[in-house]
């Protein structure tokens, strides 16, 4: 895969995921534009790409600070006279803290660096993106689900797949995809650091092993990123389909009923027995989705059987008795996810 002569940003560029996919643009063509507030990283960086004779660019900048995002991405714009896509990689982790004694220094540091800092680069980027351009963000599995002690980093990881969501959705008339990984366990300097603190050896076993029972690397999360870069991956953006099939379920099965029930309320066993079912019931609609081609067809019974939902909600709403509605709200669950896997 080619990237030939394009010009492409990358913040965090010199270390880890984002040195790591900058090498990778260059060995295939591409020039590299490398932001990273790491001085001495930089230099090494510097260094790499002055060796192998690759057009390049270099630069200290710190991206919570949008008057240096802006002068970065302007001096990118007057080097090479195009951008044709952006890696928004920088990031810290922050220390491990619960929610009860998290600082506001700190929080604001965190959300500064990662969120607010990936909205500056990417307001900048799209302005001078040409169409049929390119951009990744890199959030973390954090970002799908929260983690114990760094609630602010799980908190940033979660708004950077909301804002590029919403990027995808406004620049996909120009044809510029908006897409956001989110990497496992990576070893990175990062990986490294947060280890070193803990004194976690570096042989110590997973609390939650993944399929393949080890850490992933750079490179390998740097293949992922030049796909989505380049024309191969022309008709892929972020979408959001799934997830609202999710978030219906959810929301019926944890808040249908009035507050001023509470005698026919279920229990808060019983709710997380009912989203537990849901949930299993989701996971299941998703592979089948995936695995399916017929979307047609799922498209239409999946809005009748929502309507069927909608109803229920609402009779609930209106104080009808929970009796004999959770068996319907079941079967209707279990409707959707028999259709799914029969149709596709």
Known sequence: MSLQDRVYGITGGAS??????????????????????????????????????????????????????????????????????????????????????????????????????????????????????????????????????????????????????AAAKENGDREIRVNAIAPGAIYTPMMQKIWDESNRPMDAPFDNPTAFQRQGKSQEVANVIAFLLGPESAFTAVESKVADVRNRITDMSLSSLPYNQPTRSPTVTQHAQRSSESHNIYENLVESIIAGKKKKEWNQEKAMLEKQIDVLQAQLREGEDWKGKDQQLTEILEGMATTARNSF
């Open 16 to 165: 880890g995921i984002g040195l790591a996919t900058a090498q990778l643009i260059s060995e295939r063509g591409g020039i590299v534009c490398i932001g990273d507030v790491d001085s001495v990283m930089l230099k090494e960086a510097e260094r790499i790409f002055t060796s192998r004779g690759v057009r390049f660019s270099a630069t200290q900048m710190d991206v919570s600070d949008k008057t240096q995002v802006e002068s970065w991405v302007a001096g990118i714009m007057e080097a090479f006279g195009r951008l044709d896509g952006a890696v928004n990689a920088a990031g810290i982790f922050g220390k491990a803290c619960a929610v009860s004694e998290l600082g506001d220094e700190e929080w604001h540091r965190i959300i500064a660096v990662n969120l607010t800092g990936c909205m500056y680069c990417m307001r900048a980027e799209l302005k001078h993106i040409s169409s049929g351009g390119s951009i990744v963000n890199l959030t973390s599995i954090h970002g799908t689900k929260g983690m114990a002690r760094h609630a602010a980093y799980g908190a940033s990881k979660h708004g950077i797949i909301a804002l590029t969501e």
